[in-house]
């Protein structure tokens, strides 16, 4: 095999978040709206998710990861399609709304098109999304990638929806995500095995110095989506900050050797043990917690993501290659980039197809379990809808 020792990574939110969404063609700000399906209900009532790559779909192209390079890739690319002997890739199959070329990558699939409720679903959700990116553009919201500040959109899409749920993801761009993954893949390759760097040092320190910040636009974000629900003369309805999930699992249960190139070339997920045990057990929970914290100062409901995907992340010794039994022992995770000719670098080290799934189902549980604070998880080699909801 050959080891391609190439670092490229790009986008947002790498690491440490069917029915298909109806497609329109303008952008919100420009006389349109979002929009898409739910589980068939009345499009008059509908769950809404705002924020950033890890709700908007980013990987929802893939179920699983294969490293055959052709054809459906091993049956993993839900955007292969054979034409008169031919095979082809067409991203917008699963990223809607034009957002397969301006990035934003709202997946088919994404969390909020996977409930299993009888609701229609939108998602206003844009891969690279800072919490800057959620207020109106009066109260000095940015736009993004061709699309108004996300409450702008909310504005735009709620006078004639009954909206149910708003779900919120947000904040770990703000807090460096794509520099934390960066450094950590670039201490494994430049650092040999006996004189090891690591990234979890700098990059703690990084995350500790940009929290206070990343957690004040959060409450901004929350403070703004209240304000476009009350304009519209509506309280009954609830509001939920998501956390995220780790999407790789502790050195212990790794798959691969910490050193050679199998953690790269074959398992996409180049990192030493101690900044995965890192990132798993310390940065993940120090950012569930300090969101936690901002829902209940706001009073919302807060959904505790950071054990989701525990024994279905990239290279787990619980899971493996390939689309799995409707992805039952499959990775959940988009690997890192491994320079295989397959998608985008910026889809690396989200939830891929069954990982969106699996967080869909979670909220259609916490939906139908009705107002609080939940933790959701799988049990290892379950499919996407086996969720387990426990309140906090």
Avoid at 120 to 125: E, F, G, K, T
Avoid at 159 to 184: E, K, P, Q, R, Y
Avoid at 338 to 354: F, K
Wanted: aromatic share 6%; with cysteine.
């Amino acid at each position: 095999m050959s080891h391609t020792r190439r670092i490229s990574i790009t986008g947002s939110v790498l690491l440490l978040a069917v029915v298909l969404a109806t497609p329109i063609t303008a952008k919100p700000g420009n006389g349109g709206g979002g929009g898409g399906g739910g589980g068939g209900g009345s499009p008059s009532v509908a769950v809404v998710s705002l924020g950033d790559s890890y709700i908007s779909g980013e990987a929802g192209r893939w179920a699983g990861n294969s490293l055959t390079n052709s054809g459906n890739r091993g049956g993993t690319d839900r955007a292969a399609y054979r034409k008169k002997g031919q095979w082809y890739y067409d991203a917008s199959l699963v990223y809607l709304q034009g957002t397969d070329s301006d990035g934003c990558h709202r997946s088919d699939v994404a969390d909020i098109h996977s409930t299993g409720q009888n609701v229609a679903s939108i998602n206003l959700a844009c891969s690279g999304a800072v919490t800057a990116n959620i207020p109106r553009a009066s109260q000095g919201g940015q736009s993004q990638k061709g699309w108004a500040p996300q409450a702008d959109q909310l504005a735009a899409v709620s006078g004639s929806t009954d909206i149910a749920m708003v779900v919120l993801s947000i904040g770990g761009n703000d807090l460096g995500f794509s520099d934390i993954i960066l450094d950590c893949v670039t201490e494994w390759f430049t650092s040999p095995s006996w004189w090891e760097n690591h990234c979890n040092g700098e990059q703690q320190d990084n995350v500790d110095a940009r929290m206070p910040a990343a957690m004040n636009g959060v409450r901004n974000a929350i403070d703004e989506i209240k304000a476009v629900m009350a304009a519209r003369g509506d309280s009954d309805y609830r509001l939920v900050l998501r956390s995220y999930a780790s999407p790789i699992p502790r050195g212990s249960e790794n798959r691969y050797p910490e050193s050679g190139w199998s953690r790269w070339d074959d398992g996409g997920c180049p990192t030493w043990n101690e900044d995965a045990n890192w990132a798993r057990d310390s940065l993940v929970p120090q950012i569930a917690a300090n969101l936690a914290v901002v829902a209940s100062e706001k009073g919302v409901e807060f959904l505790d993501m950071q054990d989701a995907l525990e024994d279905h992340e990239v290279c787990s010794i619980h899971a493996g290659h390939g689309p799995g039994n409707n992805g039952a022992g499959a990775e959940w995770v988009r690997w890192v980039n491994t320079g295989w000719n397959q998608g985008e670098a910026q889809e690396s080290a989200h939830p891929n197809a069954y990982g969106q799934r699996q967080a869909g189902a979670c909220l259609g549980a916490m939906f139908a379990a009705g107002p609080g604070n939940y933790s959701c998880t799988s049990p290892a080699g379950a499919t996407p809808e086996s969720v387990t909801l426990v309140p906090t």
